[in-house]
């Protein structure tokens, strides 16, 4: 993990972590030494019940994220994203100002429109946060930058809420809340001064400031791609189910396992602690691109111990009163929580992180902040959704470990759904598993893989796997051009399929298939993809280098594009391979975990790939090992 950290040491990163980490961390501050003071207080400032202005409170921060969002992707994609960072931040020292009037004044309506001028600022400063990643980072940080932001985001809201509560209960005068916030909020100012320079995308954007319309059109440009659409779905799916989660805590706590506010603090400690470390634990399981095949693994965790922490919930521990932390930590089923919870909070990691980078490098750039706003409106939604659905099962008797569990349930067929309508999700998952059970893969050279553009990608043709270690190491989706009889094989069907693979035959056995996949290919390239041939024409039968077919000639006279070599090497004597003459015939043959290779070179210019030229490229880059 040393290398995303090497993030927080470069001003394309540091400055905007620490922005971001301090804005967090001041909203939850405030809010929760709002709520909390106003819990304990609230005879002293209104005469509404307490757990009405909770709610209250809940409410007005989140609204500005409704009306504000929209226009806050059109600003972010218009101007320059680090001069909105800056006025964001001077917004928020404003903000503390009127807080410090309301302190000074005992005003409850002041300190409400406090609070909602900072879920205003918060929903300003969402898209630039998101959409000036890709500007600053390369594409093998992208993933080391999100997870870092998740991470850092749930460590301050984290910190931020037990502040805030502290705080509140601690001093004498609340006004010391606002002074504390009015110096965050100075520090988070300083940071955003060294947020490099971000170039507006479309600086001839003339702004609508009607939050309906905009909205709407905001939705449409992240409904263009379907895969970030979905993406944008998961993403608020999550945070529904997270919120939930958060929400119950304490009542939880105090029903369910019969203890006090220092038990609520440990159950927030570790699920946010397991985001942490699931945020950043991505970067090494994705091999530093953005792996979308975590993302079923993350959901899969999510269900499995969303149900788990159901079944652990204890029946018999509340009493009278509530029990010392201590006390519960001696029980072997309070362990088994908190064990539910910490992997609740890895398994979401897994799920959000790549989500959120693949919204990231799929949208387009000219509209990039606009879709990130739409993804904070739906996120909003979603969560106001979620609270308005769990409020309604509790108030008709469903108990709150159900609640969890049929959160659960519901986040198995969320998941199957979005992997139903995109099922590269799945697919890459299956490779991901692939590679990571049955082989260790070293890959070098796979960032002269181009990000975005036209290429063709040619590689050795050793095993009937070669296509899944392509996909899993490639940064993008490939669509292969395979034989049709391996095309045709079970399970490997479904996965080659729905990848968008062409198959092809021979001129002899199929010249209309033949032709079709040509002209599938020249589609392809044309519309911007990749797709890799194996010039080999079959699998290699004794592992050395089989003649390249013309084939690649005919692409490239069609399609001028660039070529980039692959080698496959460690594969042959595989189970999968031909080393026994027939592939697939002796089981586990050389073990789990064996080792094997993926080199990339650097691209050639279409009219240098010939035939031979490149069968001379990949034969170098695999060395002497098979």
Same mark, same amino acid.
């Given at each position: ?228 659409? /979905? ?324 692409? /490239? ?8 070599? /692959? ?60």
């Amino acid at each position: 993990m040393s290398g995303q950290f090497r993030l927080l040491e470069t001003r394309r990163f540091a400055p905007l972590f620490g922005t971001q980490f301090l804005g967090a961390f001041n909203d939850n501050l405030f809010k929760n030494a709002l709520v909390v003071l106003l819990t304990f207080q609230s005879a002293q400032w209104t005469t509404l019940a307490p757990e009405l202005l909770a709610n209250l409170a809940a409410g007005i921060f989140i609204l500005p994220f409704f009306l504000f969002s929209a226009t806050a992707g059109q600003l972010a994609d218009k101007y320059d994203k680090a001069l909105i960072a800056r006025q964001t931040k001077l917004l928020e020292i404003a903000i503390m100002l009127v807080a410090v009037a309301g302190f000074a004044l005992h005003s409850l309506p002041v300190l409400l429109a406090a609070l909602f001028l900072l879920g205003l600022q918060s929903a300003l400063f969402g898209p630039v946060k998101y959409a000036i990643l890709p500007q600053h980072l390369h594409a093998d940080e992208l993933v080391g930058g999100n997870a870092l932001i998740e991470a850092g985001t749930f460590v301050a809201i984290l910190i931020g809420t037990l502040a805030g509560g502290l705080l509140a209960g601690a001093v004498a005068q609340p006004m010391w809340i606002a002074l504390g916030g009015l110096i965050i909020a100075g520090l988070g100012y300083l940071a955003s001064r060294d947020i490099p320079s971000a170039p507006p995308p479309a600086p001839e954007l003339q702004l609508s400031l009607n939050p309906l319309t905009e909205t709407w059109r905001n939705i449409n440009f992240s409904r263009a791609d379907r895969t970030v659409f /979905l993406a944008i779905l998961g993403i608020s799916w999550f945070w529904l189910y997270g919120a939930l989660l958060l929400t119950q805590f304490p009542a939880y706590t105090k029903f369910v396992l019969g203890g006090g506010e220092s038990m609520v603090t440990l159950l927030l400690a570790i699920f946010t602690v397991g985001i942490g470390l699931g945020s950043l634990f991505c970067e090494r399981l994705s091999g530093k691109h953005v792996e979308i095949g975590l993302v079923p693994l993350g959901s899969i965790g999510l269900t499995l111990f969303g149900l788990d922490l159901y079944f652990a919930s204890p029946v018999d521990l509340v009493g009278t009163t509530a029990h010392e932390l201590l006390a519960l930590l001696s029980l072997p089923a309070i362990w088994r929580v908190l064990f539910d919870l910490m992997l609740l909070g890895v398994f979401g990691g897994f799920f959000i992180v790549p989500l959120y980078a693949l919204v990231q490098i799929r949208s387009a750039p000219a509209h990039r902040a606009r879709i990130i706003a739409a993804n904070n409106i739906l996120n909003a939604l979603f969560m106001v959704a979620g609270a308005l659905a769990a409020g309604a099962l509790l108030g008709g008797g469903l108990s709150i470990p159900a609640l969890f569990g049929w959160a659960a349930l519901l986040n198995a067929l969320v998941a199957l759904y979005i992997y139903k309508r995109v099922p590269e999700f799945l697919i890459r998952f299956i490779a991901w598993l692939l590679i990571k059970t049955a082989y260790r893969l070293h890959s070098a050279g796979v960032e002269h893989i181009p990000h975005e553009g036209p290429a063709v990608l040619v590689c050795n043709h050793v095993s009937f796997v070669d296509s899944l270690v392509i996909m899993a190491a490639a940064p993008r989706p490939v669509r292969f051009v395979m034989d049709q009889r391996i095309f045709r094989l079970p399970l490997l069907s479904y996965i080659f399929r729905h990848s968008g693979a062409i198959p092809i035959a021979a001129a002899k056995d199929d010249p209309v298939l033949m032709e079709k996949a040509f002209a599938d290919v020249s589609t392809a390239l044309n519309n911007g993809e990749l797709v890799a041939i194996f010039p080999e024409g079959g699998l290699t039968p004794d592992g050395e280098l089989q003649p390249f077919r013309p084939g690649i000639s005919r692409i /490239l006279a069609a399609n001028p594009v660039p070529v980039v070599p /692959l080698a496959l090497s460690g594969l042959w004597g595989s189970y999968f391979s031909r080393v026994d003459g027939k592939a697939m015939k002796t089981p586990f043959r050389r073990g789990l975990f064996s080792k094997i290779a993926l080199r990339a070179g650097a691209p050639l210019a279409a009219a240098e790939a010939t035939p031979e030229r490149l069968q001379a490229e990949v034969l170098a880059l695999r060395g002497g090992e098979r």
